[in-house]
Every structure is written in C-alpha cells, then in structure tokens.
C-alpha cells in the first residue's frame, strides 16, 4: 500500500467522524496523545490494577477515594486501644480521666477474651457433637486391641408386636417383620419359663419363606455348626471353641452332605449316561458320578495316570476319594477290599476310622502311611491316590490337591479333613488356627472376591469357626445385615458367641489373651445399631431386641436392658406406651415393659432411671411424671415445687407450663392425701404452700381481690398488718427456696390489691355517717401497704430487680 492510499482512508475516516454526532471531537496531536497515554500508565502502574478498578467503580457513584484515603490515613487505632502513660499524681484531672480510660480499656479487653474463649468453647462442643453422631460408623470399622474404645451410648428399644405397631408408620420391610415375629414369640415362651426352641431353626425355617437360596444356605451352615454339646454359661464359648474344636465334625459333614446332594443332582440330570443300577446306595450313587465325571471330561485312564486296577468297572482312587468326599469311610473301605492287597495300613486305618469315628487313629499305622507316602505315593501319577493318603495319613499339608479339588467346597473340605487337633510325634500336620488364618488373613475378603459374594465368604468364616468374623463381615452389607444380626442373636443366646470384656469395645474387636485370629463380636452394639433403624417407629419390637442384652451389665454395672428401655424412652418419649399411665386411684396402667415382669424386670426401676436422666437434662416436667410412675412421691413432689416455684406467679395459659404444672399438682393432692405418703413432711409442706400460692395468684390475675386475700389470711406469708410483720419475718427464716422464690412476687400481687382497693375507695362517693368507714379502710390500706414494704426490707433475701423501689412508690401513691 502506497502513501497515496493511506492518505485517502486517513480523509475517509476523518470526514465519517465529522459525521458521525455520537462521540464528541477531540483535537490532539500525536505528541499529546503520547503525554496522556504516558501519565495514565504511570498511574497505574503506581496504584495498581486493583486500586484503579476501585476508583472507578467508586468514582462512578460519585465518591472521592483519594480523599477518604487520606482521612483514613488520620485515623489511628493503635492510640485508641493503647495502654494509657501514668499521670502525676498531682494532676488529679488527668490522673481521674487516665483511670477511667483505663479501666474501659479493661473490660474491652475481658468481653475481647471471653468472647473468644466462649467461641471456642461451643466450637468445640459442636465438634464433639457431630463425632458423637458420626462414630458408630467409624468404630465398627475398626479392629484392634479391645480395652479402653470411646463410649457410645446406644439408644432405645421395644418390642412386643401388637397389630396398631404393624400399621403404615413401620420402619421394618418384611423380612426384619417375619424374624421380628419370631422374636416375639421365643420372648413369649422364655417369660413363660417354657422349653426353649432354637433360635437358629426358628430363623432358618423364616429364611425359607424368602425364597432365596443364598439366605437358606446361610441358615442350613448355621443349624449344622449349632448342632454340638452346649457350653455351660460359666465358660467363655471363645475358649470352649478353640480347645475342643466341636466345629471341624460339623463343618465336614455339612460339606460332605452338600457334596452328597451334588451328585445326586448331577446323576439325576443324566441318568441315561449314568447307567445307574443294582442295589440303591450311596457305593452305587459314587460309581455312577465318577463314570460322568471322567466321560465328561474325555479322558481316558492312562492319559489320567490311574493306578491300582478298577472296582465295578471305575477307577480305585476316584472311587476311594468321593466316597470319602461324601463321608462314606464305610463305601471307602468296601472299595479298598475289592482292590485286594498292597494297602493294608490304609485300609486298617479306615477302618478304625469307620468303627471309631471319635477316637484317633493308631500312630502307627498313621506313621506306616506317611513313610509310604513320603517313598512311594508322592510321585504318583494319580491325583486322587495323593489325596487319599494325604487325607487319611495327613501328609503334605502343604499340597492343595487343586487337579481335584477345583472348588472353594473341595479346598475346605480338603484342609478340615488334614487337621490334627493334638500333635503327635514330630510330624507336619494342620492346626485348626492355621487354617482360620489362612481364610480370615492369608487370603482374606479379596482373594475370595467376597464384596461380590458376601453369603460364600460368610459361610467359609462360619465352616472354620469364626462366628464372630462371619457376622460382622455379613453385617456391612444392607442387603445380609438383618441376616447378620440374627445369626448374632441366635448364636448369643446359645452362648456360642465370644463377646467383648468391655461393652465400650467396638463391634468387632481383638484381645490378646485370644489364639490368634480370633475375634470377639460385641453383640450389644450389633443389636443397637440393628434397632436404631426402627426403635421410634416400631418401640414394641426394639424392647424385644434389648431383653437379649438382660444378661449383660453396662460400665456402671446396671442392668443393659433395662438402661437400653430408659434410652429408648426419652428418645421415642412415649410413656403411656412403654410404661403405662396412673389412674386417679394410684394403680398404673400395663405398659409393653410389664411383658417382661416374669423374668424379674421392675418397671419401677426403669422409671427411676429415666427420671434421673431427664433431672440431669433439667427436663423436670417428664421427670415428674416418671418419678409418679416410679412411685418416687418424695421426688415428684419435690421437682414438682421446683416447678411450680418457677411459674406460680405467671397467667395461666392453656397448654402453658404453669397449667400443665398446676394439674399435675392437684393431681398429686388428690391421689397421694388419702394414702399412705413415702414423702418427707417438709417437702409436703413446701407443696402444699405452693399450691396455695397458685390458687393465690389465679384469683389475682382473675381480678377476684376478696378471694385471693381469703387464701393470703389462711397461709399467713406476708403481714396484711403491722401487728404481723414480726410473724412473718420469722415465718420467713423457716421456708424453703422454692417459697422464698415466690414471696417477691406474692409482695408486688399484694401491694396492687391494696393500691386497687384504695383507688375504688378514693373514688367512692359516701355519705356523711360512711366517711368515717372509709377513713378506716383507708388507714388499714395504707398500713398494709407499710408493712408489706417494711417485710421486704427485713426478710433476709436479696428482692430481685426493682423490688423494693416499686413497693415504696405504691406506698408513697398511698399517703
């Protein structure tokens, strides 16, 4: 572009500006439009980008920043706030000025620190209540050593199951509803002192109706593993389990009967290919299983390495191990006689297994099967000879047997059958806490992929004894936790739970006086955080939960069901439900609690304990009515006065506080006058006045004067009189707090009747013979009105507020 071009497009644009009305002409040159733009880069690299975009915005509003900077600048809050210099003694006008700044200062710098203190304060005191709320989550995540874990009080409980608690307000979804029902009735029968039925088939035949395999098959592992000799309640079922190990029997044959089932299911579904015939029995059901199993798998024996000839047309070896796999030693030893010689200890041992199942093996003849097994059998070529002798000789513990044994089933099995409960000689052998580290620690929940298979992995805890894992384990999932908790309860009442030394421990714990890995559940927190769900809405079935904790005793020592009952009253607060209420002829109603009476439970006692506990929250209102219910008359009546102390002189309202009060305490005159009192005479006394005083100022606010000085005349509190006013300072020394509570405001009440009536006599006009009348009245008014004022001098109580000043007034109005 060429300077020609460019000066066409200069006159252009310059002729379109001269146009254009929008923005004004602005004549400079290029010198001066250089000088500008330098001074307002200079401003505002020396203010900032910040202080520009406030002088701007500002500046828009019509506010001068430069200059509120500059009288800010005056400001100086470091001599506002500073200690002030000593004065001369003799300047006594600074030195007064000096210490009044000074002592300001002072009470600055004291609300300063308590304010900052009191923030503090609540700051932490709401932190400590969020942890309150968040650390039943956090704890029952933990496991370790069981001594000395944070406190956590539980909440309340209920039970009794009655048809209004199964309406549309229930909290429970119908599997927690039909193991609730089952509850109740085993409550039922243990209040009636009849036999008790087992709670695990109870449960397991409710599970049945749920029509889920996985929750039957829990419930079928948990009647086979109950199914031992009960351990006596004065021993610990932790240390009963780990020295007897009642468990391995139970758990191998539960997996030898499921295995049973499996090939009859497996021979079912293929019987043309099965070719099942002959004598029915489990020898029969064996053969035809291993004939599918190695046609299924194509092979041939040679190519599988099988030894030792065939029975009935079957391999040996396969035909020994499934017999053994199904708990038939009998079948095995029948087989090993057809095979003829070459194993005769094997056979000797099976047989001593099969006469005495109970009794251990010869060490010899175990001996002679290792040293064969050790030269001979290790190297074989067929699997399923390796397992036996390893099985029946426990040999190479080592050794998984996995070409065989492919399932989690067939590993367990396996490793129960390798155990040794007493270790003889020297030999290698498996130990019942080895293999329960193996399942719970070794391989642990990933190996199994149990967050998957919650049930499987569940059941393998449970088949190697480890109850208390199991449940806890099974607990984190919402869909088994209902399953859990009973499991817990069911085991718990049979005593087959290891429960913590401590209930403060957490759900699940470790205390090292226990084999390792053994766990102990805490099965009172298990029922609590169970129960929390649905302890408002559904009270009678939360009660039948806690009365499983009746044998357990909390860090106070008190009874945990019944301390469980007082939690859950003051926090579903329904008395009348729980406790019942009192009739006017001092007979309490039946409350869900007196469901329990049989078995020694005093619904007195939890009443007491719920009182205390709202006294402690300064809840006086529901303490009394419980201190009722507890037939504790010296504490209803006395936090009774407590309360009318407080309220007697307010308006009754209805449904106010005073009115409620005030019923209660007519009440408690009717019922408790005609009977025999369990009440101290001062504290009766004390009501008594109280009461009247109520009346008192009923009459006062109701404008009734003549009835309110009648009730003043009988209880003699204040000198209507100068001839009184000795009395009743004395009569003062002698009352209660609660009555010296109330006589300033019984000063004021009395003072206003008398300042009314003296305005209506002023004001009345009378006749000549009824001057003298009123003269009278008046002076007997004004003397009342002195003595009243002159009590509040004397009495020996600080009169709150502008008591005396007001009273001396009314009486100078008076005169």
Known sequence: MDFN????????????????????????????????????????????????QAHILLGSNGIDLPKISQKLETLSSRKTFEPLDPIATTDVQNFLRNEKENAILAVIEEVHKNSCLSAETQKWDHMMNDWKQE???????LI??????????????????????????????????????EVHDYNKLVGEGAMRPSLVQRFAQVAETFNDSRISDVWEVMKYMTNVTPIPRSQDPLAVRCSQHLFIDQAKRYLENRYKLFMQTVVSEHLREARRGGVPSLLNLVGSFVGLKLSSQALNSSFMGLQDGQVDGKPLWPMVYYCLRCGDIASAVK???VAGQGHEDLTAILEEKCHNPNQKPTPRLELQIRMQYKRQIRNATDPYKRAVYCIVGCCDVQETHAD??????????????????????????????????????????????????????FQLLALTGQYEAGIEFLSRFEKYRVHAVHIGVALNELHMIGGPRNLQEPLLSVDHADPQPMRRLNVARLIMLYVKKFEITDPAEALHYF???????????????????????????????????????????????????????????????????????GMFEDAIRMFDLASQQEQAVRHTSILLSQVVHHVNKEGSLRERVQRMANDFAERYTGAEK?????????????KDLATFF???????????????????????????LDASVHNFKRLSGEVCKVVPDLLLATMDIAYTKYKAMKGKDVGKFDDLGRKNQLSYLREQAKALTNMAAMVPYRMPGDTNSRLIQTEILMH
Request: charged fraction near 25%.
């Open 144 to 181: 370790g050593p069981s001594q000395n874990w944070i406190d956590i009080r539980k909440g309340p409980e209920q039970t009794i199951l009655n048809e209004t608690t199964f309406g549309g307000r229930s909290s429970l979804n119908s599997q927690e509803m039909a193991y609730a029902r």
């Open 678 to 690: 369990n009440c101290d005479p001062q504290t009766w006394s004390t009501f008594n006045l109280l």
């Open 547 to 617: 009365y499983f904790l009746r044998n357990l005793k909390d860090s106070e020592g008190r009874n945990l069901f019944l301390v469980s009952v007082a939690d859950l009253a003051i926090e579903c607060r329904d008395f009348d439900l729980l406790f019942g209420r009192m009739q006017r002829d001092g007979m309490r109603t039946r409350g869900l609690i007196d469901h329990f009476e049989s078995i020694n439970v005093d619904a007195r006692v939890v009443c007491e304990m719920v009182a205390e506990k709202f006294v402690k929250k």
């Open 5 to 52: 071009a460019l000066l066409q497009q200069a006159q252009k644009l310059t002729h379109e500006t001269q146009v254009s009305d929008d923005l004004p002409r602005v004549e400079r040159t290029l010198p001066q439009v250089l000088q500008a733009t330098q001074e307002l880069h200079s401003r505002v690299t020396q203010t900032g980008a910040q202080d520009m």
């Open 135 to 141: 650390k039943v989550k956090l704890m029952n995540a």
């Open 404 to 457: 065989i044994a492919t399932t989690t089933d067939d590993f367990l099995w396996v490793q129960l059958s390798l155990i040794r409960t007493e270790s003889d000689d020297n030999a290698e052998h498996l130990t019942c806490s080895g293999l329960q580290s193996m399942i719970l620690e070794q391989y642990g929940e990933k190996h199994y992929n149990a967050s998957e298979q919650p049930h499987l992995y």
């Open 335 to 337: 087989c090993m006689q």
């Open 698 to 724: 009923d009459f006062y606010h109701g404008k009734n004067h003549q009835s309110a000085m009648e009730v003043l005349e009988r209880i003699k509190l204040v000198p209507l009189r100068m001839s009184d």
